[in-house]
């Protein structure tokens, strides 16, 4: 009698168990379809890459061979690789740095509380650097871009990172 | 032996009690499991939608700038990314004739460096920071970064001028 109810009480606990079972599976399917759906998240690009462009086609207020002459960034960019200077005598590559941290500072506002949490900004003419701004703080996640092109034969890259 | 029967009687109506408690319990904890996921696949379905119309604004406003209604085409040698400013406070004078063109709330273009204040007009052009060229309702906006250029003059002659701006354009969330 005694034996017959220990194993009546055995077969309750299996089914106990097996009803545990199932329902933590349940748990674990519906937890990864939640998990997976939350982590679907692209990082976007095209800001960055739309900056660079847009920079390197700003008018500066440096001349070149006659007043009216402005150069874009991309030409004070050159202008300071071959280390001339504008025609009104200031430094062509103060006048890009100037000129670039201006509109890095107008175009994306970093802090604490806002979303972007660093940017670095390096330009490099064949793998030596021209420029280097930054800001903030570095972090894992980050957009992108590298802008690259050829000055005389020689390579000039643009690289710009945002970090989040 | 009456006594036994109905001590073994009550014994199997507990048990059925117990399997009938016990189905109930797991057919409510499926369901509930069920519900979630239905609301869970319904909420994304939404987001899905959000997504599409929030791809569609980045798409539009990544190639709003090289639309020939906007582009800086050969007055400003073919620049890419460029927006003719110009050609902007022409088109906003009679943007009517484009109702329904875009299909889109707002469109708006910024100056960021150097930064001006207020709003584009005939009168102040281009002493200002702002042209609002279509504002229907408020919505999410999606930016890019592009760059303004229009014809200043020194000493009365013209020349290409390009300023850093952003063109936003906004979408409705779903």
Redesign the interface.
């Known amino acids: 009698m005694k034996g017959k109810m220990n194993k009546k009480g055995q077969e309750e606990m299996v089914g106990f168990a097996l009803?545990v079972i199932v329902?933590a599976i349940?748990?674990l399917i519906?937890l990864s379809?939640?998990i997976k759906?939350k982590s679907k998240q692209e990082v976007?690009s095209?800001?960055a890459s739309?900056?660079i462009?847009?920079?390197l086609?700003?008018?500066t207020n440096c001349s070149k061979d006659y007043?009216?002459n402005?150069q874009?960034i991309q030409g004070v960019l050159f202008e300071c690789i071959k280390g001339e200077a504008c025609l009104d005598g200031r430094d062509s590559c103060e006048v890009l740095k100037k000129e670039i941290e201006?509109?890095l500072k107008?175009?994306w506002k970093v802090g604490n509380e806002s979303p972007i949490k660093g940017y670095s900004f390096r330009i490099e003419f064949e793998g030596e650097e021209i420029l280097s701004l930054s800001e903030g703080n570095e972090t894992s996640n980050y957009k992108g871009s590298l802008q690259s092109f050829r000055k005389a034969g020689k390579p000039v890259e643009i690289r710009f990172k945002i970090f989040y | 032996m009456k006594t036994r029967n109905a001590h073994s009687g009550k014994k199997g109506q507990m048990k059925i009690q117990q399997t009938a408690f016990m189905l109930i319990a797991l057919t409510l904890f499926f369901a509930l499991v069920g519900i979630f996921i239905l609301g869970f696949s319904l909420s994304g379905l939404k987001e899905k939608a959000n997504l599409i119309e929030q791809e569609k604004a980045m798409i539009l406003v990544s190639k709003l700038a090289n639309s020939p209604e906007f582009s800086c085409a050969k007055t400003f040698n073919n620049k890419v990314n460029c927006i003719d400013l110009d050609k902007v406070m022409a088109l906003k004078e009679r943007i009517e004739k484009y109702e329904g063109f875009w299909e889109i709330g707002n469109i708006e273009i910024i100056k960021i460096y150097p930064k001006q204040e207020g709003v584009c007009t005939k009168e102040n052009y281009p002493n200002c920071g702002k042209i609002i060229l279509k504002k229907e309702d408020e919505g999410i906006y999606t930016s890019n970064f592009v760059v303004l250029c229009r014809k200043d003059f020194f000493m009365g002659v013209p020349y290409d001028k390009c300023e850093l701006g952003k063109v936003m354009i906004s979408y409705t969330k779903k």
């Open positions: 009803i329902m349940v748990l519906f379809f939640v759906g976007e095209y800001e739309s900056f462009q847009s920079v086609q700003y008018t007043e009216m402005y874009t201006g509109m107008s175009s």
